[in-house]
């Protein structure tokens, strides 16, 4: 791998280069107070002047027309709009095709804080257009990559959040209630709020003030495993997200975008009222429980390790599909069964667990 320190706003305006969020992420999850730390964050170091370090950033590279993506995204291509006009309708889906991308940077780890960001650079352009100002210069470093043949948009979000992340940039329509990611419109609404009071040269300056330790993988580096590496001491990753980065990774692009579709999101949605995926969390500890009954003795800290211990030995990456629809149905069963005195233990469990991760809005399975 390759590490060096880098300004953030360097790393993401990358020239010729799409950021993409790997079906194997989580969804973007942050609220309303890490946005305030942020905020708080950018504002200090654009009064100060002094450098601010805001994390690391995991990524892989790869061209563009790669057939070995692991982000599972498609690019979006779009026609060049005259300035303060909306970017118009998707002109080509295929990735291959997209306007303007020479490379593809897959985000290892460090999405949550780059999402955040860009729905900044397009709160800023918003408010700058509506003060009558040029925001050409934010479009063209930060949310587009403009060529003879258009402009593709610069971020692709995880799957489940980059169509509402495209229909607040202009780019397409909201998608159906039930589909929004209401992190992205929460936090987008965040920032078009603390703007108009803003002092926006030093918010500009603060942002520029913004370093990051950028780690590229090579070839030889196993994206999975150092994803694990770094999420498994902060206790902030729910073994839900360790457990679907685990499933889809090993996977092609294609096979990503099925198994999501047909599988995963049927998962992620088959429990209402579940905002912190209590019920989701004990649906899958009861399928291991049912594979595995000495599974029922660990706690969320030692879960994950004898979840994947168990997939390693019984589901190798050919039998994922199997896997997956083996949990979809346990989880309907669970589901089935949810009043009943049996699951009143899972349940509690998992409770339990996600109260320890106060603030982040995601649950802990482990």
Request: proline content about 4%.
């Amino acid at each position: 791998m390759k590490t060096e320190l880098a300004t953030y706003l360097d790393f993401l305006g990358t020239p010729k280069t799409q950021m993409c969020i790997p079906v194997f992420q989580r969804i973007y999850t942050w609220g309303a107070w890490q946005c305030e730390e942020l905020w708080g964050d950018i504002l200090k170091a654009g009064a100060s002047g002094d450098e601010h370090f805001i994390g690391t950033v995991v990524y892989t590279v790869e061209e563009a027309c790669a057939e070995d993506s692991v982000r599972g995204v498609e690019g979006l291509s779009f026609d060049e709009p005259a300035e303060g006009e909306s970017a118009g309708s998707v002109s080509s889906p295929d990735p291959a095709a997209a306007a303007g991308v020479d490379w593809l940077y897959n985000i290892v780890d460090g999405q949550q804080r780059t999402t955040t960001i860009f729905l900044l650079f397009i709160a800023l352009r918003d408010y700058l257009r509506a003060s009558g100002k040029t925001a050409a210069g934010i479009e063209r470093e930060f949310l587009y990559l403009p060529s003879d043949e258009g402009r593709t948009q610069k971020f692709i979000a995880a799957p489940a959040d980059k169509n509402t992340l495209a229909a607040i940039m202009g780019n397409a329509d909201m998608p159906e209630e039930y589909l929004v990611s209401q992190c992205v419109v929460d936090n987008f609404a965040f920032f078009q709020e603390k703007l108009p009071d803003a002092d926006l040269d030093q918010v500009w300056r603060g942002l520029q003030r913004l370093y990051a330790i950028a780690i590229k993988l090579e070839s030889d580096d196993n994206p999975q495993f150092i994803f694990e590496s770094i999420n498994s001491k902060g206790m902030n990753l729910a073994t839900i997200d360790l457990l679907r980065n685990r499933m889809f990774f090993e996977q092609d692009p294609q096979t990503q975008e099925r198994l999501l579709e047909e599988y995963w999101m049927p998962l992620e949605t088959l429990f209402e009222n579940d905002p912190n995926q209590v019920k989701f969390s004990a649906a899958l500890r009861y399928w291991l429980v049912c594979k595995d009954r000495t599974a029922k003795k660990y706690s969320r800290f030692e879960i994950y390790s004898v979840f994947r211990k168990y997939v390693e030995a019984h589901y190798p990456p050919e039998r994922t599909e199997e896997l997956m629809s083996d949990l979809l149905a346990s989880c309907k069963r669970f589901k089935a069964m949810l009043k009943g005195p049996q699951m009143k233990q899972h349940l509690e469990w998992a409770d339990d667990s996600q109260k320890i991760d106060t603030g982040t809005g995601a649950a802990l399975f482990g």
